[in-house]
């Protein structure tokens, strides 16, 4: 009998854990997702690795004045990052303010300072932060409506947000003097506007980049770990020997 206990405990243990590692694989390069603030509809986020799309469904209030109310699904990240991502809200929508975008937080609290880039469903896109915790939102109106494509760049303390639809040029907008902590949370998003719908977004070709620093040397610094590279491998003239540089 005991056998028996300890042989279900096992399996039991095997099934918790390979849930948990699916449930990871799900979230594709994200680390976790949940509700901001205090949702009356439960959201919701995955990950489809046949297409690379991620699907968020979310509820609240409203991201605005002192508080938030979404749907996160977010990872941590430091330093300067571009974030680049398609976006489409899908359906009518219940109300025109419902939002989808990206965001950086410092924490997960509903108060939390932060930078959204963002995309209403009436063609509305700003890009709105929150300089202090529980201060007012605060925004950059972009000319764009509609766009297909959103990206936030973090450089330094500025933050810009640039929006096309397909085969156009960005537009850009620009945040400066925007203080976050060096490591945040960082991720996207679906806000309804509304406590009781829940509005869904689809992400296509999403993105997380760490751009080069400003004094990267090529040939010099890489990518890898190593303290050595080999450099442009050719053959000898007739072609019986293969050359290479070792720096």
Known sequence: MKHIKFLFFLLHSLFMMVGTLSGQDNLGIFDNHTDI?????????????????YTIRGSGNNMWFDRD???????????????????????????????????????????????????????????????TVSGETEEV?????????????????????????FGEEFKTIQLDSMQLDKEVYAGIYVCAHNPDVIET??????????????????????????????????YTKDGKKLIFIVK
């Open 141 to 165: 109106l972009s000319s764009d409506s509609l766009p297909d494509i959103i990206q936030l760049e973090r450089r330094g303390n500025t933050y810009i947000m640039s929006t096309a639809a």
């Open 37 to 53: 603030g205090n949702c009356m509809k439960k959201g919701s986020a995955t990950y489809n690795p046949d297409n690379q799309t």
């Open 69 to 131: 109310e979404f749907h996160y699904l977010w990872t941590k990240l430091q330093g300067d990052f571009i974030l680049r991502a398609e976006v489409k809200l899908i359906g009518e929508g219940v109300d025109p303010h419902r939002k989808a975008g990206w965001i950086v937080k410092n924490n997960l609290d509903n108060n939390s300072q932060h930078v959204n880039a963002t995309i209403h469903g009436d063609g509305l896109t700003s890009l709105q932060y929150r300089r």
């Open 201 to 234: 977004a689809i992400f296509r070709n999403v993105r997380i980049c760490k751009p080069e620093d400003s004094d990267y040397q090529s040939y010099v610094d890489y990518f890898d770990s190593s303290g050595h590279s080999i450099q442009a491998p050719n």
